[in-house]
């Protein structure tokens, strides 16, 4: 069982910067993807970005350039490093872990809104 916990959203004007943080109870042990998704009013939810635990990286390309996934596996914690911030990227963010013979688990996700 694996209980996700997203923080850092807010408020933000456009150009501004935040980072999301996605803390993982327990070992996510062996083989597995953390990542961010986001759905904003009347969109579906799309991936932003994800990171493998041997540290294969994928972007969305309206993200690509602005924004950064990291994890701390010590710490079982993803972020989100998010600059230049765009309305557009207003949505919530959720987080997500897909782990090997163990399924996928969803964070409650976290509001990011970007004022112009």
């Known amino acids: 069982q694996v209980h996700l916990v997203e923080s850092g959203g807010g408020l933000v004007q456009a150009g501004g910067s935040l980072r999301l943080s996605c803390a993982a109870s327990?070992?996510?042990?062996?083989?597995?993807?953390m990542g961010w998704y986001r759905q904003a009013p009347g969109k579906q939810r799309e991936l932003v970005a994800t990171?493998?635990?041997?540290?294969?990286?994928n972007y969305a390309d309206s993200v690509k350039g602005r924004f950064t996934i990291s994890r701390d596996n010590a710490k079982n914690t993803a972020y989100l490093q998010m600059n230049s911030l765009k309305p557009e990227d207003t949505a919530v963010y959720y987080c997500?872990?897909?782990?090997?013979?163990?399924?996928?688990?969803w964070g409650q996700g976290t509001q990011v809104t970007v004022s112009s």
């Open positions: 997500k872990v897909d782990l090997t013979f163990r399924g996928a688990y």
């Open positions: 327990g070992s996510i042990f062996g083989y597995n993807v």
């Open positions: 990171i493998s635990s041997v540290g294969s990286i």
